[in-house]
């Protein structure tokens, strides 16, 4: 036997747990210590030392945190504050007092923080907390309702075991249903509560200006940028086009190509399709497969160098199609010579002159492999380390340390280009991603963030340079990465159909689907067949009626405590007293006149209702003595 008491504090601390559970990531460390201290502290004093902190001390503390967080609030900020008062307060509640109403604020308050969550990143472990809070708040408000009727009231473990196993079959059936409405109820076309969250929603990534050491910070991150659905590749033509950068200063690229155009490239080559899913940014980069012909997208433009912007910020998810063909060369008129030929001030004589020895007496196509191909004979390495950070960096770089990550070895080649007399430009996107065989799609990591170069050749065209060497993987590790890779890629596919399916389903994928339904059924025209239809309906119809008839002579059967009231409405009724359906025993008994009558048939009520409605079964032994006391009737 258990107090319902402790059953009821056993799934209300599961529920405050789990909301915390999702957003525990996301507050401040010092809010979620402060938070398992209290539901620590909560635990102690209901169940071991048995205190109640005084409620005027509990208040105080809770208008204090309500008066600071509306201190921190900010207009581009609403949500975190918000969510981390509101994890605070929870745990205060917890400490507190619990009546019913206590119980219920707690509820409320883990229901709050669940959905507030969403607010701030929506994935697909989301369904799980979502499934486990509404079976855990079934369970609660149900058990409950018996707690307020008798605090100390005592249950078996068959019957809370009966209890939970019920509640949870109603929220797992309600649960699809739920999914039903998801679908068919009209959606907005504007997200209602993105502005809630302007400075949460998005992530790192490239700018219009890139500072050496920028995409060291970027390639340390290891989330997702961007899935792209589309058919598997050769390798080598895997770079994701990005940003455009054709200014140097000596420290940092800048782009100052402006994006005004519109429309389709004409490049001759097979085009390849891509379907992006991209993550927020705080820019307004769209990336696609390298050479992107044309991105379609609400509100896109485009450069004269071939990079595609958003005309706003992406806060949210987007997704897009684009259309790509993949080449290293890419012809087209060069406007600008100067602007690619720019070089920093105070470029140091040695870089100068190393490059003019590497190319006097060749031409400018064998002047462009040479440079390339320097780094490589010059036995420069590739390394995320103690990058050489400096007042010349490119100069140490090229010069002394011989070491450095993609944005090093780019700009160098860029720069050393610009030495010899050929535009050049850098490039910032992605190298590479992953194939994921179910999916069909590429997943795209931050950590696989990289520059390139493109150089203009004497035939007219920006031609693709990768002066990087590859990262080399130690052995021994390689069977270790590959199969942690494969675990991702498994996770991610859960990902990549909850995004496609749930957070991009959209008010246009709903119109979509409508169309096609309402074709479909224009298009349908039924054919009678007779022996279909005996097989579709009638068997079907028969095999029904038979199982009812089976189930209702074998499985309807009154169970034992059905047959004994039934004897019982018998007897009394041939004592001259009729119960109505409706009527309880006590109530009914109450109208016996005869005191003889009535006290022999009580004695038969109060043994029958001990056993019954305290769930014990009527084992032969029971029954027989139930029999004894109506033949006493």
């Keep these: 036997m258990v107090r319902i008491d402790t059953v009821v504090d056993m799934i209300t601390y599961g529920i405050a747990l789990l909301s915390f559970v999702t957003v525990v990531q996301h507050v401040n460390t010092n809010i979620s210590i402060i938070f398992i201290l209290a539901f620590a502290l909560s635990v102690y004093i209901h169940h071991r030392y048995n205190f109640q902190v005084p409620n005027i001390a509990l208040t105080l503390i809770s208008i204090t945190i309500i008066s600071v967080s509306i201190m921190r609030v900010e207009a581009d900020d609403f949500v975190m504050p918000s969510i981390e008062a509101l994890t605070l ?7 507190g007092s619990r009546a019913f109403r206590d119980y219920m604020q707690i509820y409320a308050m883990s229901l709050l923080l669940l959905a507030g969550s969403t607010l701030i990143d929506i994935r697909a472990y989301f369904l799980i907390y979502f499934i486990l809070m509404v079976i855990l708040l079934n369970a609660a408000v149900v058990l409950l309702a018996f707690y307020s009727e008798d605090r100390t009231m005592k249950l078996d473990y068959a019957k809370v075991t009966t209890i939970l196993y019920k509640t949870s079959t109603i929220a797992l059936i309600a649960i699809p249903l739920t999914a039903v409405f998801f679908f068919i109820l009209p959606r907005s076309t504007y997200p209602l509560l993105t502005f809630l969250n302007i400075g949460r929603s998005a992530h790192s990534g490239f700018t219009d200006q890139v500072q050496l ?19 598997q ?32 490239v004409n490049q001759k080559g ?38 595609y912007q958003s005309k706003t910020h992406i806060t949210d998810k987007v997704r897009y ?125 931050q950590n696989s963030a ?41 996770l991610d596919t859960i990902n990549y159909y909850w995004n496609m399916v749930v957070i991009n389903y959209s ?34 119809m028969l095999a029904g009626l038979l199982f009812f008839l089976v189930r209702t ?58 056993t019954f409605y305290r769930d014990q079964p009527l084992h032969h032994a029971k029954r027989r003595s139930l029999r004894m006391l109506l033949r006493a009737i």
């Design 321 to 445: 199609t684009a259309r790509s063909v993949p080449s290293r060369v890419y012809p087209t008129a060069l406007q600008q010579w100067d602007k690619y030929l720019q070089l920093p001030a105070g470029l140091p004589k040695e870089v100068v002159d190393l490059v003019m020895g590497l190319t006097a007496g060749k031409d400018p196509d064998a002047q462009v492999a040479v440079l390339t191909q320097y780094f490589r004979r010059a036995n420069y390495k590739y390394s995320l380390d103690n990058l050489p950070i400096s007042e010349e960096p490119i100069a140490d770089f090229i010069l002394k340390h011989r070491y450095g990550n993609c944005e090093y070895f780019a700009s160098a080649l860029a720069v050393m280009l610009r030495i010899a007399g050929i535009p050049s430009r850098v490039v910032g996107g992605y190298r590479g991603g992953t194939y994921n065989n179910v999916g069909q799609y590429y997943m795209v990591t």
């Design 270 to 307: 097979d085009t390849i399709t891509q379907t992006i899913y991209l993550e927020p940014t705080d820019n307004k980069h769209l990336f696609a497969l390298d050479r992107p012909v044309q991105i379609q997208h609400e509100h896109t433009i485009r450069t004269r160098n071939l990079s």
């Design 213 to 231: 050491g920028d995409v060291t910070d970027i390639q340390s991150n290891a989330d997702v940028v961007f899935r792209a659905h589309m058919e």
């Design 553 to 610: 002579r074998f499985f309807n059967r009154k169970t034992p405590a059905k047959r004994l009231i039934g004897e019982f409405d018998t007897i009394m009724k041939r004592r001259g007293y009729l119960r109505t359906p409706n009527e309880g025993l006590q109530e009914f008994l109450d109208r016996v006149a005869d005191g003889d009558l009535r006290e022999r048939a009580q004695r038969f009520v109060v043994a029958f209702e001990e």
């Design 89 to 95: 307060l929870l745990g205060v509640k917890l400490v």
């Design 450 to 490: 990289h520059l390139w170069v493109e150089a203009y050749t004497s035939e007219g065209a920006w031609l693709r340079l990768e002066p990087t060497p590859p990262l080399t993987t130690l052995p021994k590790y390689q069977e270790v990465r590959e199969f942690l890779q494969k675990i991702g890629l498994m």
């Design 507 to 540: 008010f246009r994928d709903q119109l979509r689907i409508v169309s096609k339904l309402a074709q479909r059924a224009r298009e349908f025209q039924p054919h009678i067949d007779r022996s279909r239809l005996l097989a579709l309906f009638v068997f079907p």
């Design 233 to 264: 590749i050769k390798e080598e033509d895997l770079y994701w086009r990005g940003v455009v950068l054709d200014t140097f200063d000596g420290k940092a690229w800048r782009s100052t190509e402006p994006a005004t155009e519109a429309g389709k």
